[in-house]
Each structure stands twice: as structure tokens, then as C-alpha cells.
């Protein structure tokens, strides 16, 4: 089993920057891919983006590129969601997700492990 753990959202103006974390325990895998999630009041969950642990390339969402970068640190575990230039659109509860391989992966069904979620709220 592997677990995941969000933390860093909050409320910020728009404009602003947060940056969420996601630490991972448990089962940890060498070779999976990494994602970011969110979901607003009424929609569907959207991709964001995702990176490889090995490799750390990384593969974004159109609504996001520019303005989010992710990143990892091997050494804990732990994967980063930088968020800039923020818009009240990107309010959210943000998931971050875990999935065996190397392939990039869009859809939430082909994600494995999920956490809790942390939400963001920007204000206009």
C-alpha cells in the first residue's frame, strides 16, 4: 500500500502563489508516475499534471501549463505543486495520485493510490 498525504492549500488573492506537497509512505515504487488532480464544486475531477519519479519529466494540463510546476524530491518522498500566476478558476480541492509506470495517464480511473486532498480557494 502506499499512502499520500497533501498539505499546503489555503486561501490566497488572485494573482498569488501556494505551493502543495505531496509525501508518499508506505509502499514506495521506483519506477510510477506521480500526478496532480483537482476537483471543484459540481465538476469532474481534472488533471493538472504529472512527472516521473526516475526520470522527473514532467507533463502538464493546457489550463495549467506555464504556471504550474512540478516537481520531486527523491530523497523524501515527497512531490511538489508550484502554483503561480493563480486564478479564481483554480479553486479546487487538490489530489494528488500515484500509479505504477512510466506512461503518462490523464484519466483518475488509471491512478492507483490517492490522497485526501487539500483545498485551494483563490479570490478575485
Known amino acids: 500500500q502506499v499512502q499520500l498525504v497533501e498539505s499546503g492549500g489555503g486561501l490566497v488573492q488572485a494573482g498569488g502563489s501556494l505551493r502543495l506537497s505531496c509525501a508518499a509512505s508506505?509502499?514506495?515504487?521506483?519506477?510510477?508516475?506521480m500526478g496532480w488532480f483537482r476537483q471543484a464544486p459540481g465538476k469532474e475531477r481534472e488533471f493538472v499534471g504529472s512527472?516521473?519519479?526516475?526520470?522527473?519529466?514532467?507533463y502538464y494540463a493546457d489550463s495549467v501549463k506555464g504556471r504550474f510546476t512540478i516537481s520531486r524530491d527523491n530523497a523524501k518522498n515527497t512531490v511538489y505543486l508550484q502554483m503561480n500566476s493563480l486564478k479564481p478558476e483554480d479553486t479546487a480541492v487538490y489530489y494528488c495520485?500515484?500509479?505504477?509506470?512510466?506512461?503518462?495517464?490523464?484519466?483518475?480511473?488509471?491512478?492507483?493510490?490517492w490522497g485526501q486532498g487539500t483545498q485551494v480557494t483563490v479570490s478575485s
Open positions: 508506505g509502499r514506495t515504487f521506483s519506477s510510477g508516475t
Open positions: 512527472i516521473r519519479w526516475t526520470s522527473g519529466i514532467t
Open positions: 495520485a500515484a500509479r505504477e509506470g512510466i506512461y503518462f495517464r490523464r484519466s483518475p480511473d488509471d491512478y492507483d493510490y
